[in-house]
């Protein structure tokens, strides 16, 4: 049996309406704007690769999360265990001053939390949507929200 391809429509759909999400969340893993493309790129293949199916719009963006998430894990361990790689800075100019600060204060947090408040504050997703992504429960995203807010919080006061 062969696998179903996903119409053209449908990866060009997804990639419009996800792209984005996508970057953020793998630069906030990565902290390298080359590595994150490059995530990107690998998530968008797995999903005309797989060609899943999904309940839903949410489900989708989930599982796109999901395997970003689980690409951009494997790189930093590759990047561990072969340290030979330096972690380039993103470029400035990538960003505005202000998106720029932002995004570094937020890979100035633990994976667990910037991922969470980028996806709340950033994307605008609610608690639950994010639990349901990250396959955690509310309770537990509001916790990790709370967290990454004050270690934000001390982060700036640094500054």
């Not at 990639?15 to 990565?30: G, K």
């Not at 590759?78 to 030979?84: E, I, T």
């Amino acid at each position: 049996m062969q696998k179903e391809v996903p119409l053209k429509n449908d990866v060009e759909k997804a990639v419009e309406e996800y792209a984005d999400m996508i970057f953020r969340v793998c630069i906030v893993i990565l902290k390298n704007e080359a590595d994150a493309q490059d995530a990107v790129q690998e998530t968008f293949l797995k999903y005309i690769q797989k060609a899943p199916r999904f309940e839903s719009g949410q489900h989708e963006k989930a599982w796109l999360i999901k395997v970003a998430t689980n690409y951009s894990r494997n790189v930093l361990k590759r990047k561990n265990r072969y340290s030979d790689t330096d972690l380039e800075r993103i470029t400035e100019n990538a960003f505005s001053e202000e998106a720029s600060s932002v995004l570094d204060a937020l890979r100035s947090l633990p994976e667990k939390y910037s991922i969470v408040v980028a996806l709340h504050y950033i994307d605008g997703y609610k608690v639950n949507e994010i639990a349901e992504m990250i396959g955690k429960t509310p309770s537990a995203v509001k916790m990790r929200l709370h967290k990454g807010r004050k270690l934000l919080e001390k982060v700036y006061r640094e500054e």
